[in-house]
């Protein structure tokens, strides 16, 4: 079973910084396989990107995914108010296991 | 417009069953691929269940595998989750997500917005 580790556990940003969260699978995942999800308290998952780096309608472009193999990565140029939220990676092959989350706060 | 709801949550004893249903409306059901994932209060996200559009293949967690069975009504429009033997520990909100498919990349692009299951003495 492949398992994915997100680091950092929580990044603490400003407004208008860069953010970067990484997602590292324990064996090869194809890049068609990995997919970013966004959620807020109390809400339901919003899809970010499915093959690793196809956007999700409506996704802003301030967010960009990349990477393949076992290392895989999620960006957003300028953090926005809204974008505070926890971010989970998805790969999917005989099951659709999850990361366990990075959270981006307000510094 | 794709909407996903959720029912059957509640409050039950371990060792007990419950039955969760999700009505899917916006879309043509039996055309996509659908999940079960749940979440515990304060945790991550966890991968249940899927089931393919014509209900043929089946997959499961191994938290939950022989204890929950997803089945799926396409003339009812219905994803269902069967679940026994509960345990504390399946205590969660209880999402279902649809699966968007193309070229082989996919993701969950709609949900549900989740019914909660306490399992408690």
């Known amino acids: 079973e492949i398992v994915l580790t997100q680091s950092p556990g929580t990044l603490s940003l400003s407004p208008g910084e860069r953010a970067t969260l990484s997602c590292r699978a324990s064996?090869?995942?194809?890049?068609?396989?990995l997919a970013w999800y966004q959620q807020k308290p109390g809400q339901a998952p919003r899809l970010l990107f499915y093959?690793?780096?196809s956007r999700a309608t409506g996704i802003p472009d301030r967010f960009s995914g990349s990477g393949s193999g076992t290392d895989f990565t999620l960006t957003i140029s300028r953090l926005e108010p809204e974008d505070f939220a926890v971010y989970y990676c998805?790969?999917?092959?005989?099951?659709?296991?999850f990361g366990p989350g990075t959270k981006v706060d307000i510094k | 417009e794709v909407q996903l709801v959720e029912s059957g949550g509640g409050f039950v004893q371990p060792g007990g069953s419950l039955r969760l249903s999700c009505a899917a409306s916006?879309?043509?059901?039996?055309?996509?691929?659908m999940n079960w994932v749940r979440q515990a209060p304060g945790k991550g996200l966890e991968w249940v269940s899927y089931i393919s559009g014509g209900g043929t293949t089946i997959y499961y967690a191994d938290s939950v595998k022989g204890r929950f069975t997803i089945s799926r009504d396409n003339a009812k429009n219905s994803l269902y989750l069967q679940m026994n033997s509960l345990r504390a520990e399946d205590t969660a909100v209880y999402y279902c997500a649809r699966v968007y498919s193309v070229w082989g990349s996919r993701g969950f692009d709609y949900w549900g917005q989740g019914t909660l299951v306490t399992v408690s003495s």
């Open positions: 064996q090869s995942v194809s890049s068609s396989y």
């Open positions: 916006g879309f043509t059901f039996s055309s996509y691929e």
């Open positions: 998805q790969q999917y092959g005989s099951s659709f296991t």
């Open positions: 093959g690793a780096s």
